[in-house]
Each structure stands twice: as C-alpha cells, then as structure tokens.
Nanobody, 128 residues
Framework: VSLVESGGGLVQPGGSLTLSCKAS????????MSWFRQAPGKGMEWVST????????YYADSVLGRFTIERDNAGNTLSLQLNTLRPEDSAVYFC??????????????????????WGQGAEVAVST
C-alpha cells in the first residue's frame, strides 16, 4: 500500500488550498478513505471521510462548510479542498486507509486505530 500526499503549503488566512492523495497497492474503489490532521504538539484529529463510491461525505464540525472531500476512483486519488482557512487549520494533513472496507459505526471513522495505512503527510501553514 502506498499513499502519497501533495499540495500543502503556506497560505494567508481566508485563503484556499487543495490537497491530493495518490493511492496504489490496493483496490482503492473498495475502501472508505479519510483525512486526518496533526497540529504541532497535538494528537491526530479526524477531519473528513468519504465512502467508497464518493456519494457520502462526513466532516468534523470544525471544518464543515469550509472543506470538501472528493475522490476520483478512476485515478485512485483522494482530495481535500480547504477554503476559508484559519490559523488553527495549520497542521500536517494525512490521508488514511482503513483496515476494513467500511466502518461499523460513524464514530469509528474518527478513530485512528481503525486505519492500517497512512501517507507521509502534507504540511499546511496558515499565517500572515
């Protein structure tokens, strides 16, 4: 399994970025996929999850209405559009593949232990 994030960078408050995660080594179309983030000195925080066919998305309250998760199953790519960025969005963002094809409960998608594979991370810095 390989997950490779790209698209991070420095952006001013109110700005936008798009993160991408290129997946390989497994049948991408079968799995829910998620984004997490980790701010300096803090633990991993769940950001968003999308189901296997891209029809249903779930978001943390802190990003709802500002971030959009999408997937391109033909291209084995997961993306996260980050809009109206705030300084508190600064973190390393990771895409994650769960160990199972889906989750027993919605709450489970927020738990890092449910994931078997992670990308290397893409750093997002929101600052003037």
């Amino acid at each position: 399994v390989s997950l490779v994030e790209s698209g991070g960078g420095l952006v001013q408050p109110g700005g936008s970025l798009t993160l991408s995660c290129k997946a390989s080594g497994f049948f991408f179309n079968d799995y829910f996929m998620s984004w997490f983030r980790q701010a300096p000195g803090k633990g991993m925080e769940w950001v968003s999850t999308i189901d296997s066919d891209g029809t249903t998305a779930y978001y943390a309250d802190s990003v709802l209405g500002r971030f959009t998760i999408e997937r391109d199953n033909a291209g084995n790519t997961l993306s996260l559009q980050l809009n109206t960025l705030r300084p508190e969005d600064s973190a390393v963002y990771f895409c994650g593949k769960p160990g199972a094809l889906s989750f027993s409960a919605v709450a489970d998608m927020r738990r890092g232990v449910e994931y078997s594979d992670w990308g290397q991370g893409a750093e997002v810095a929101v600052s003037t």
